[in-house]
């Protein structure tokens, strides 16, 4: 196992796909609910994250290279994606990339999304938890793996964050009343701030490729 790699990676990985900062959004969405029915739906969301980051992660290259875009591009333009996110997260924004727009809550609420399936897919795991930072996030560090162990690293660590969000959101009545607001905005803040080392990195990895003179 590559532990430099992994480390990277599932600083990045975690900092955007931070089971505790999706948590209120799951209560807000849940409201009413009983505590079984909470848990069924985060079941139901795990597994459609699950399904979608294994996905991106083995097709994710494949489909950028259709659109003949490098991979060293992509990881100019996944930093800055992750950078902006990362702002958001130390202003205590809420991140629009991973979030609905107004328009689409408007027809939401209109329509008969309601349902527990709807939930489970559209909003929570796509676009709050797999959003266009997890997505890029995923191809760009797919992308360098090299070697078994850090096909291992790979794994093990997008499996770590799975877990860690089935958990979080399997319990999340219960947390939801241990976790306080000053805590959820530290949280954000260190997240944020480790996301934007990790982005600024990125770029300039991705840079230095795409123009030599910067070496």
Do not use: W
């Amino acid at each position: 196992m590559d532990i430099v790699f992994a480390t990277k990676f599932l600083g990045a990985l975690f900092a955007i796909m931070n089971p505790f900062i999706n948590l209120p959004i799951f209560l807000s969405l849940t409201t009413g609910k009983t505590i079984a029915e909470q848990r069924s739906l985060a079941l139901a969301i795990s597994l459609c994250t699950a399904v979608m980051c294994v996905v991106i992660s083995l097709a994710g290259g494949y489909i950028i290279g259709f659109f003949g875009v490098t991979i060293d591009a992509f990881r100019v333009a996944g930093g800055l994606v992750l950078l902006s996110i990362a702002f958001s997260m130390l202003n205590g924004q809420p991140i629009t990339s991973h979030e609905r727009g107004e328009h689409e809550k408007r027809a939401d609420n209109a329509g008969d999304e309601d349902t527990d399936d709807g939930i489970a897919f559209y909003p929570m795991t796509f676009p709050m938890i797999v959003g266009p930072g997890t997505i890029a996030t995923l191809i760009i560090y797919a992308a360098q793996v090299r070697g078994a162990a850090q096909y291992v690293s790979f794994g093990v660590v997008l499996l770590a964050t799975l877990l860690a969000l089935f958990v979080v959101l399997f319990f999340a009545a219960s947390i939801g009343k241990l976790l306080s607001a000053k805590m959820r905005v530290v949280m954000t803040r260190l997240m944020g701030m480790i996301l934007a080392a990790i982005a600024v990195e990125m770029v300039f990895a991705g840079a230095k490729v795409m123009l030599p003179g910067l070496a």
